[in-house]
């Protein structure tokens, strides 16, 4: 390898050639960007639970998916939404990455979510408690475990490699993107698919959101309820999809003439070890992991154009967000912005989708605005991008991702140089 194909620490630079995207603001990079530049919510009340008895009736739903463009008939009713979804975006992210020779054992997977086949174990569950035992489908089992993703891409393109699920709720897009990164690193493989995908659209998923506070109350106008960062934020709404990335040597793109999207140049991650379900007071934890992510990429602050926040819209992550980034970049301007108030909680599709826009818009050198931002909370410090996008430079940016349970991630995506 040259001193181009390494990082400052000597390692390998881990390039990024190919992303895919299944969201509810759009099911291909074109139109999710313009979805994103556009700020507006795609909120709207929830198809398909028309005779449920739910609290909540608003969601962010990716509409007109059709997993036959990806899995033959049988194979797509043996797998949950949540592995036709990250299957999906898997697929497109290789397509984007062009084509390529690969040694099957050399090429892995890694895939995050936060629940799995939710819809899937509560559809089996009716039919247990209606129809009896023997009428529950032998499926259950590997539609409903969390690492069936992953599980589908490696079976669908025969790649032996390693082949992980990581399930840090809310944060597990990030670190399966970080967690890739470090594959390539430590020679563990050469290319890497990585992302995260969720399908929580379910009435049992909705109840336990609603019941512990953290969804939006306001149901009578779904497209005004995500408001990262604003003053009237009262929660977040739920949504579903998936996005990955395909990681490669840097040589190795380089060498075969790819497109390079940018690199992974940093990624920390760590535990706020306080609450089950609060980040921990003051966004210690958070501001541990940025900085963590920092050293990783050898950069200082200043280096840094822009922040895509995990702001999920609700009061305490949005508070100790804001506080860690103050934390950590002090007096320095740096405009911070959320796509949660276009696309609502992806749970553990957020980081990965918000890799993808955070490289996208240090490519384009654009920061969307945040989609309902009228007013910052003055108890936040902090310099949020709204109305229109941002023009900044084409510089490193940062993406944070933070789960219930304390985990904490932080990605610095580079864009191509």
């Known amino acids: 390898m040259t001193p181009q194909t390494v990082d400052a620490r000597g390692r390998p630079r881990v390039a990024i050639t190919g992303m895919g995207v299944k969201t509810p603001a759009g099911q291909d990079l074109e139109t999710f ?3 994103l530049l556009a700020g507006r919510s795609v909120a709207a009340p929830i198809v398909g639970l028309d005779d449920a008895d739910l609290p909540v009736r608003i969601a962010c739903q990716v509409h007109g998916f059709d997993p036959a463009r990806y899995l033959d008939a049988k194979e797509a009713r043996r797998v949950d939404r949540v592995a036709q979804l990250g299957f999906a975006a898997a697929a497109d992210a290789l397509d984007d990455a062009g084509p390529m020779t690969v040694d099957p054992a050399r090429c892995a997977v890694v895939a995050g979510t936060g629940i799995g086949g ?12 209606h129809r009896g035992a023997s009428r529950v489908s032998p499926f259950l089992v590997p539609m409903m475990m969390p690492n069936a993703t992953a599980a589908l891409i490696s079976m669908q393109l025969g ?38 995908s969720e399908a929580p659209i379910s009435p049992i998923a909705l109840v336990a959101f609603a019941r512990m506070g953290a969804l939006s109350g306001r149901q009578d106008a779904p497209a ?43 990624y920390g991650r760590n535990a706020d070890a306080y609450h089950v379900t609060a980040p921990s007071p003051g966004g210690g934890g958070a501001a541990s992991c940025i900085q963590m992510a920092l050293r990783d990429a050898t950069l200082e602050p200043n280096d840094i154009s822009h922040v895509n926040a ?108």
């Open 118 to 129: 939710l819809s899937t174990q509560e559809e089996q569950e009716r039919i247990f408690v």
């Open 224 to 266: 005004l309820a995500s408001r990262p960062f604003d003053i009237d934020r009262d929660g977040f709404v739920i949504g579903e999809g998936g996005a990955f990335t395909v990681l490669e040597r840097w040589d190795q793109a380089a060498s075969r003439g790819a497109r390079i999207w940018g690199e992974v140049a940093g």
């Open 310 to 417: 995990h702001g999920t819209s609700t009061p305490l992550n949005d508070a100790a967000e804001a506080e860690a980034i103050v934390k950590v970049f002090g007096e320095h301007e740096l405009p911070v912005t959320s796509i949660k108030g276009v696309t609502g909680h992806l749970i553990g599709a957020a980081g990965a989708a918000e890799a993808v826009a955070s490289l996208l818009a240090a490519s384009n050198g654009l920061v969307p605005p945040t989609a309902n931002h009228e007013r910052t909370d003055p108890a936040l410090d902090i310099d949020v991008v709204a109305g229109q996008p941002w023009a900044v430079a084409s510089r490193p940016v940062l993406s944070t991702s933070f789960g219930f349970g304390g985990h904490n991630a932080a990605l610095i995506l580079s864009p191509a140089a």
């Open 159 to 196: 790649w032996t490699g390693p082949n992980v699920c990581v399930a840090t709720a809310c944060a597990a897009g990030a670190h399966a993107v970080g967690e890739g990164a470090r594959l390539i690193r430590d020679g563990s493989a050469d290319v890497v698919l990585a992302g995260g």
């Open 33 to 35: 960007w313009s979805g």
